[in-house]
């Protein structure tokens, strides 16, 4: 994984795929059944290996059912887990650019096997994808898979996953009307900073946030 950049191409994903099934198998989720986890980047593209994965989870008939470290098993199926228990987003395709074509197919992909419900709306920008069109471009490609697809969109299933997530977001507040960013602190107290009108909303949010952090 040290040349040919495949930490990045193929390295982070395996490691996503690999925590996933621990995760499942260790009983962690049984053993805190109100626990929410979030597994960036669709589980690491974990449905395109669920045909192979679901066939060696049967011990009995992979052979590792007598060997005590293969042989761990949850207590329910393991579709289970990454149906109801788990939650996803949908960044991952990497790349600065045909964020319509390789993010909607990505997303695509995921969908197959992951139920909409779970799945959190992402870009991977700006570290992935840097232009504002491409990401536009995403969101449209993506709402033209589908109603499946249109539901990551909303933010339904972040509110399950984060709690007053209305609350939260209501204390954010943008005011461009003065050329300022003002961000509400967790005290109401607002934040502000000068706009520098060519750059991004999201890079002044990102600058603003990291300022905030640099204050504290």
Known sequence: MDADDLWRMLGWEFSLMVATVRLINSGLLDELPSLKIHVSHFGGGIARYLP???GLQDREKSGTAQIPRHSRMPREPFDHYLQHRLFY?????????CAAERGAEWVRVGLAE???SQVLFATD???A???DEEVIAYVKAVCGLGSGARKILDDANAEKLIPNLKERLARVQLHAENGVLQLAGEQGAAISTPVDESQSVMQQQQIQLKKDTTNK
């Open 89 to 97: 987003d949908c960044a991952g395709w990497s790349g600065p650019d």
């Open 129 to 131: 994808v840097r232009q």
């Open 114 to 116: 992951l139920p909409s």
């Open 52 to 54: 192979r994965i679901r």
């Open 125 to 127: 920008y700006p570290q």
